[in-house]
């Protein structure tokens, strides 16, 4: 008997050891997880945006911003392919002006067996054959016409980090209403007209609109090429001289920091002191509101 269950224990050590060995691996692993976007989420609809990436993941939906724009390509209508302008085809679809941000609501979907061109709003979109991923815009079945903005029209920019001027060109002078807090970060090229690759929050220091850290809602005019930019250095902000660009703004406050020296005030005299310390007290309390110079303690 004894002899019978040492057999048993070695065969079914064999057994077991048999079965390590025969037993492919993927048994033993987990199955990965797939991660899908959060609803919550919104991306940019930039250069670093793939919807690519999306493929194989179900219909997901994503919350997008957009910047109405003509630049770009755009293949079908209605349901688009997945490797175009997000910025561009939202114009197509009705669901953005040209030249106004806006977050919208796509839903990725399967690859379709062909795509149909058409022309709305403005936009040319063009046929494609059989391909491996599209996305739709979530707004319903309705063709929505969306007039571009055009000069004169004020559009306000929530983020200033979404905003990229050289997608105005060509569109006027449009006013742009922006929330913008001074900063040293960027580079800046232009004097009173600006490039429009410059840096606006480092630009509306150097015009003077805003002080460092300082939050303030700005209006900008967009403007057409300049034949040439003046650098200076004001407000602590160096700009740099540039040839001719296709784009620049300007800021439309009117009034503006200045660097200017601060004056010396003249003291009061023995006699009139009592009088004319009050007098000076109130003139440093108007030079404080009115001019932000801070050197009259």
């Given at each position: 008997?004894?002899?019978?269950?040492?057999?048993?224990?070695?065969?079914?050590?064999?057994?077991?050891?048999?079965?390590?060995?025969?037993?492919?691996?993927?048994?033993?692993?987990?199955?990965?997880?797939?991660?899908?976007?959060?609803?919550?989420?919104?991306?940019?609809?930039?250069?670093?945006?793939?919807?690519?990436?999306?493929?194989?993941?179900?219909?997901?939906?994503?919350?997008?911003?957009?910047?109405?724009?003509?630049?770009?390509?755009?293949?079908?209508?209605?349901?688009?392919?997945?490797?175009?302008?997000?910025?561009?085809?939202?114009?197509?679809?009705?669901?953005?002006?040209?030249?106004?941000?806006?977050?919208?609501?796509?839903?990725?979907?399967?690859?379709?067996?062909?795509?149909?061109?058409?022309?709305?709003?403005?936009?040319?979109?063009?046929?494609?054959?059989?391909?491996?991923?599209?996305?739709?815009?979530?707004?319903?079945?309705?063709?929505?016409?969306?007039?571009?903005?055009?000069?004169?029209?004020?559009?306000?920019?929530?983020?200033?980090?979404?905003l990229n001027l050289l997608d105005y060109?060509?569109?006027?002078?449009?006013?742009?209403?922006?929330?913008?807090?001074?900063?040293?970060?960027?580079?800046?090229?232009?004097?009173?007209?600006?490039?429009?690759?410059?840096?606006?929050?480092?630009?509306?220091?150097?015009?003077?609109?805003?002080?460092?850290?300082?939050?303030?809602?700005?209006?900008?005019?967009?403007?057409?090429?300049?034949?040439?930019?003046?650098?200076?250095?004001?407000?602590?902000?160096?700009?740099?001289?540039?040839?001719?660009?296709?784009?620049?703004?300007?800021?439309?406050?009117?009034?503006?920091?200045?660097?200017?020296?601060?004056?010396?005030?003249?003291?009061?005299?023995?006699?009139?002191?009592?009088?004319?310390?009050?007098?000076?007290?109130?003139?440093?309390?108007?030079?404080?509101?009115?001019?932000?110079?801070?050197?009259?303690?």
């Amino acid at each position: 008997m004894k002899k019978y269950y040492n057999t048993l224990k070695v065969f079914i050590i064999v057994f077991v050891l048999i079965s390590l060995i025969i037993t492919p691996t993927y048994a033993w692993e987990t199955e990965p997880v797939k991660t899908y976007a959060d609803d919550n989420v919104t991306i940019k609809a930039d250069d670093y945006l793939n919807l690519q990436e999306y493929r194989g993941q179900g219909e997901i939906v994503l919350n997008l911003i957009v910047m109405g724009r003509v630049n770009g390509n755009v293949w079908g209508t209605g349901i688009y392919t997945d490797n175009q302008d997000e910025s561009r085809a939202a114009v197509h679809a009705g669901i953005v002006k040209v030249g106004v941000p806006k977050t919208v609501e796509i839903t990725l979907l399967p690859g379709q067996s062909s795509y149909v061109g058409s022309i709305q709003n403005g936009i040319e979109s063009y046929d494609h054959a059989e391909y491996e991923g599209s996305f739709k815009f979530n707004v319903g079945t309705e063709t929505i016409v969306t007039p571009p903005a055009t000069s004169g029209d004020i559009i306000t920019i929530d983020d200033v980090y979404y905003l990229n001027l050289l997608d105005y060109r060509g569109l006027g002078e449009i006013i742009l209403s922006v929330e913008v807090t001074g900063t040293t970060d960027g580079n800046v090229w232009g004097t009173g007209v600006y490039t429009d690759d410059s840096g606006i929050p480092k630009a509306a220091v150097h015009a003077g609109i805003v002080k460092l850290g300082e939050t303030k809602r700005v209006q900008i005019t967009i403007l057409p090429a300049q034949i040439s930019f003046e650098g200076t250095t004001k407000n602590g902000i160096e700009s740099y001289d540039y040839g001719g660009a296709d784009g620049s703004f300007k800021f439309n406050d009117d009034v503006q920091a200045t660097d200017k020296p601060t004056p010396t005030p003249t003291p009061p005299s023995k006699s009139d002191e009592s009088l004319s310390s009050e007098v000076f007290a109130e003139g440093v309390i108007m030079s404080w509101q009115t001019k932000g110079v801070l050197g009259y303690r």
